[in-house]
């Protein structure tokens, strides 16, 4: 199973443009990249998924690399809402989904 | 439709007694899941089940049973509690087509301590 590293936590102010990047070295042939945003005592909501090159839907874009080794989630201009985690998830087409530690965005008025 | 259901929303128990979290989902999803979660920590994959009458281990198993009863419910038991299952557990499905997989959907949560 390919493992995920995402920063810890990270800041950022109202209007701003936020990139979160997703580390995974040993991601598979098969493997799909999504993302996920939790908010306090709520279950994950699925936000964009993607297999290579760029994703986009209404809230956010997902720029994968050639190499495929890491992704970057594009928040465009957050709002105080968008204060939450977001989890990178790897996944090699079975069903054993696992979560990595998540990346905690702090938006600040 | 609801969506994925679970119940109950909050539980207290004391060390050793058991009980069973249910889930339900109404969007005919084959694969559910069970997870946990630590106050302040990620998702730990517990059990899931990938189509009816089938049910693999995932990273954190020990102290916990499941049963994939139909399609529609996936239930979680911890036979005897321990202090250190006191977490918030979240069910969850999704679909799969073509070998990779579509979104899973959340329930609530079910607010667990054991005391």
């Known amino acids: 199973l390919a493992k995920t590293t995402q920063p810890i936590s990270m800041d950022s102010y109202e209007g701003q443009e936020v990139n979160i990047t997703c580390s995974h070295n040993?991601?598979?042939?098969?493997?799909?990249i999504t993302w996920y945003q939790q908010f306090p005592s709520q279950g994950p909501r699925f936000i964009i998924q993607?297999?290579?090159t760029k994703v986009t839907n209404e809230v956010a874009s997902l720029f994968i690399p050639a190499d495929r080794k890491s992704s970057t989630l594009s928040l465009p201009r957050v709002s105080l809402s968008d204060t939450a985690v977001y989890y990178c998830?790897?996944?090699?087409?079975?069903?054993?989904?696992?979560f990595g530690t998540g990346t905690r965005l702090q938006v600040f008025p | 439709n609801a969506g994925v259901t679970q119940t109950p929303k909050f539980q207290v128990l004391k060390t050793g007694q058991s009980m069973t979290l249910q889930c339900a989902q109404d969007?005919?999803?084959?694969?559910m899941y069970w997870y946990r979660q630590d106050p302040g920590m990620g998702l730990r994959l517990i059990y899931y089940?990938?189509?009816?009458?089938?049910?693999d281990k995932g990273e954190v198993p020990n102290g916990y049973n499941v049963s994939r009863l139909n399609k529609r419910e996936f239930s979680l038991r911890l036979e005897s509690a321990a202090p250190s299952q006191t977490s918030v557990y979240f069910c969850?499905?999704?679909?799969?087509?073509?070998?990779?997989?579509?979104?899973?959907?959340f329930g609530p949560g079910t607010r667990l301590t054991v005391l």
């Open positions: 969850a499905s999704s679909e799969r087509e073509e070998g990779n997989y579509n979104e899973q959907f």
């Open positions: 040993n991601i598979a042939t098969n493997d799909y």
């Open positions: 993607g297999y290579k």
């Open positions: 998830l790897v996944g090699d087409g079975t069903d054993k989904l696992i």
């Open positions: 969007m005919n999803h084959n694969s």
């Open positions: 089940s990938a189509s009816e009458g089938t049910t």
